[in-house]
């Protein structure tokens, strides 16, 4: 099947920055859009970022033009750099596959998470 792995993660001060990865293995697939979602204690799970095969990518309000999503087609991975970091975007960022098998059909895939924690 399809495994998604994030990395990247860890303690910042606030104003600084992080790369976050996310990297698909598996066969028999191909990857048409991923997402980064998060999700702070006592809220509940917010789309951060996505983007697409074709390289379209959208964001939430709260990190636009701060945060940049990008893909490696070749490598399927996906990253998410996040600058000038608050500590409200504290949280576990989880990363979200949706996949094409080679057969027909479509189907979604989560990571773990990786926790994200900006200081003050």
């Known amino acids: 099947q399809v495994q998604l792995v994030e990395s990247g993660g860890g303690l910042v001060q606030a104003g600084g920055s992080l790369r976050l990865s996310c990297a698909a293995s598996?066969?028999?697939?191909?990857?048409?859009?991923m997402g980064w979602y998060r999700q702070a204690p006592g809220n509940q799970r917010e789309l951060v970022a996505q983007?697409?095969?074709?390289?379209?990518?959208n964001y939430a309000d709260s990190v636009k033009g701060r945060f940049t999503v990008s893909r490696d087609n070749a490598k399927n991975t996906m990253y998410l750099q996040m600058n000038s970091l608050k500590p409200e975007d504290t949280a576990v960022y989880y990363c979200?596959?949706?996949?094409?098998?080679?057969?027909?059909?479509?189907?979604?895939?989560w990571g773990q998470g990786t926790q994200v924690t900006v200081s003050s």
């Open positions: 598996g066969s028999d697939f191909s990857i048409y859009a």
């Open positions: 979200k596959a949706h996949i094409t098998w080679r057969w027909g059909g479509r189907t979604s895939y």
């Open positions: 983007i697409t095969s074709s390289d379209t990518s």
